[in-house]
């Protein structure tokens, strides 16, 4: 596709773990000790494979036998979809979310996160029944109770699934407004809304009275594109629905004259390099990843696991096969954890906090 480079002739596995001067730790070991923030993660793809199969035996949810991991094999974004909606299936009450938040916080923190904003897209399970109420509630238990164990910050963000269309959006943006206007449980925890799912198949732009009433209520915006839909797309979800964020955005390359507005404007892109070569099939390898391009043209872009129980790469992992796809150093790493801070959606005081945090800690690691 034009959006990948021409084939990477680099050494495009994980970083060496060969050890080194400075802390005594290899790139990869650092890299997994250094605070990160993480800003695209689905957490029904971060459902651990035992946990999968023990809710699937909880509910009598049925599952093809052998491992769970076996699921996890597509060859398009579609085929990819279509296990990931089998895979939240087992998610069947308000104490499996809850299971689901906590393990995850955990899991994240495993890797060095410390602070995350996490997309959750209920649509299917409220077409099977569940409440939002439940959901959010369940889900918030879960993060707050694996926050106050690891000490990390982790919010929540509400996906729409475009698969069900605009007006299913509108449905679930005017029901979550209405559990934050009545206090409800846990909906404190959602600070964005944005939509992910099918792409090729559905006009962005039918989702906008969703996205005009989420802006009216205060709510944070980001969205889905460009994984596989050309760089056009991405700017009709920036500039037609308003989207502060764009998340993948890997086709953006294609267009420099996108590139260059969202680099005037600071439109932050979260990006998934590894899951856009294994997931989207977008790109041939990590080494033909457009990010260090995108970098490069002034694009604020960021590094995130996407689907990290799936693919089998969390973010630290996902940190080192980066610096040895692109031959990044320290630094350059380094640099690229503090734009997650500056893309995230803290406060100006709570942005400061983290990139000092982070600073101090890159100093004491540097390998
Ligand atoms: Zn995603």
Redesign the pocket.
Same mark, same amino acid.
């Given at each position: 596709m034009r959006h990948c480079s021409p084939p990477c002739t680099a050494d495009c596995g994980p970083a060496s773990l060969a050890p080194v001067t400075g802390s005594g730790l290899s790139l990869a070991e650092a890299l997994r000790a250094l605070p990160k923030v993480e800003l /695209?993660? /689905?957490l029904e793809?971060a459902l651990r494979p035992q946990t999968v199969a023990g809710l699937a035996r909880k509910n009598g949810v049925p599952l093809p036998p052998g491992d769970v991991r076996d699921l996890y094999r597509w060859e398009s974004l579609d085929e990819f979809l279509r296990v990931f909606w089998l895979i939240q299936s087992v998610l069947g009450d308000q104490s499996d979310w809850e299971r689901l938040g906590y393990e995850s916080v955990l899991d994240g923190a495993a890797t060095g996160r410390v602070y995350a904003e996490v997309?959750v897209s209920p649509m299917r399970h409220l077409a099977a029944g569940q409440t939002l109420a439940s959901v959010i509630e369940g889900l918030s238990a879960g993060l707050a109770a694996g926050d106050a164990e690891t000490g990390a910050t982790t919010r929540l963000i509400v996906n729409m699934d475009r698969s069900y269309g605009g007006e299913a959006g509108l449905q679930l943006m005017t029901e979550l407004i209405g559990l934050r206007r009545a206090n409800a449980a846990g909906a404190d925890r959602v600070i964005g809304i944005g939509m $992910?799912s099918a792409e090729l198949t559905v006009d962005p732009l039918s989702f906008a009275p969703a996205y005009r009433e989420a802006a009216a209520a205060g709510l944070r915006r980001c969205g889905?594109q460009g994984?596989v839909a050309p760089a056009a797309s991405i700017g009709v979800v920036a500039v037609g629905l308003g989207a502060e964020r764009i $998340? /993948?955005g890997v086709s953006l390359i294609d267009d420099p004259d996108l590139v260059a507005f969202f680099a005037g404007r600071g439109i932050p892109l979260t990006m998934?390099p590894t899951?856009n070569v294994v997931i989207a099939r977008a790109c041939g390898s990590v080494g033909r990843h457009p990010l260090p391009r995108l970098r490069d043209a002034g694009v604020l872009v960021t590094l995130n696991s =996407? =689907?990290p129980a799936m693919t089998g790469v969390d973010l630290a992992a996902e940190y080192a096969t980066c610096a040895a796809a692109w031959n990044w150093s320290w630094d350059q790493m380094v640099d690229l954890a503090l734009d997650g801070v500056a893309a995230s959606w803290l406060d100006d005081d709570g942005k400061r906090a983290l990139s000092a945090r982070i600073a101090a800690e890159a100093a004491r690691l540097a390998p």
């Open positions: /695209h993660c /689905h793809g997309f $992910d889905h994984q $998340d /993948h998934c899951s =996407d =689907d």
